[in-house]
């Protein structure tokens, strides 16, 4: 249950976010369930500002999960560009496809048959549940949880997976009713995404900086992380899997890239054709006899 101060932070956050929301176009009723499930898949791990024109053009094309199911592997690939991690792209499709046989390309509106679907986990499955359907439950992701140990117990976010204590905070501190708990979990997290970031939050420009116990402590180990740092992407297994996908998503349609342009990619031919078979496990690619690889059709 929220006391004075949680419902005085609450009220804060509700103005704030009325005047300060992102213009993003899934967002204010413009989109469809499908179209919000879209835009949480392919914002996991990528800047928003890089998501808008890719949901955009993925929507124009694939506007619900039948046409998605419908579509061929090589364009979803394509059209995925580099948002990075595409194998994200064909378990959209997947999900497209149960979608469509199971619920008649309708979403199905329980949280249990949401993250029962591929690809979906609890915060996509939440996200869409509150953003989506208008359902009051806790939506836990990266910045929510930086927004919540900041401003209500006065610690900074470690990262790593979500506890249970920072699980029973989100949940005791939802607001009761339906619509005011979409808000809340909109601007907390807008908060945490554009003013409370992780290393260099704008306390002065924060709408509750009167009210954050983090501030009050004198923001004790800002930036501090529990994970480990991340990973360099130069030289990395991540960098000649993209170059590969690249090289195929510049072909025509249907069209091979022959071994020999395969090997002028990357010079250690080892790592080139670990990262070639790992692309093929994942169904990105597809490996023909004489070496050659084109998308999966």
């Known amino acids: 249950m929220m006391n004075d101060t949680d419902t005085d932070i609450a009220l804060r956050l509700a103005a704030w976010w009325e005047s300060n929301a992102r213009d993003l176009p899934w967002r204010f009723g413009r989109a469809t369930a499908w179209g919000v499930l879209v835009s949480e898949v392919m914002s996991q791990q990528t800047q928003m500002s890089r998501v808008v024109p890719y949901w955009t053009a993925w929507m124009e094309r694939w506007p619900d999960a039948r046409?998605?199911?419908?579509?061929?592997?090589?364009?979803?690939?394509?059209?995925?560009?580099?948002?990075?991690?595409?194998?994200?792209?064909?378990?959209?499709?997947e999900c497209a496809r149960t979608v469509a046989e199971r619920y008649d390309g309708e979403l199905p509106r329980t949280y249990d048959e949401l993250v029962a679907l591929p690809g979906v986990g609890d915060y996509t499955a939440s996200a869409v549940m509150s953003f989506a359907f208008g359902e009051r439950i806790a939506v836990i992701d990266t910045n929510i949880r930086r927004v919540l140990a900041r401003a209500f117990r006065g610690e900074e976010s470690l990262g790593g997976s979500a506890s249970q204590v920072e699980r029973e905070m989100a949940r005791r501190l939802l607001p009761e009713s339906d619509k005011v708990s979409v808000v809340w979990n909109q601007a907390v997290m807008e908060l945490g995404a554009t003013v409370c970031m992780a290393k260099a939050p704008l306390c002065e420009s924060c709408p509750i900086a009167g009210q954050c116990a983090f501030l009050?402590?004198?923001?004790?180990?800002?930036g501090q992380r529990r994970t480990r740092p991340r990973q360099r992407f130069q030289g990395t297994d991540r960098q000649v899997r993209g170059l590969v996908l690249e090289a195929l998503r510049g072909l025509p349609s249907g069209g091979t890239l022959e071994r020999a342009r395969v090997e002028r990619l990357w010079e250690d031919r080892v790592q080139l054709d670990a990262c070639v078979a790992s692309l093929d496990d994942d169904?990105?690619?597809e490996m023909l006899p004489d070496g050659s690889l084109r998308l999966p059709e």
């Open 67 to 93: 046409a998605l199911a419908a579509a061929p592997k090589a364009e979803v690939i394509t059209a995925w560009g580099r948002l990075g991690y595409p194998r994200r792209a064909l378990r959209l499709q």
């Open 283 to 285: 169904g990105l690619v």
């Open 216 to 222: 009050r402590n004198g923001r004790p180990g800002l």
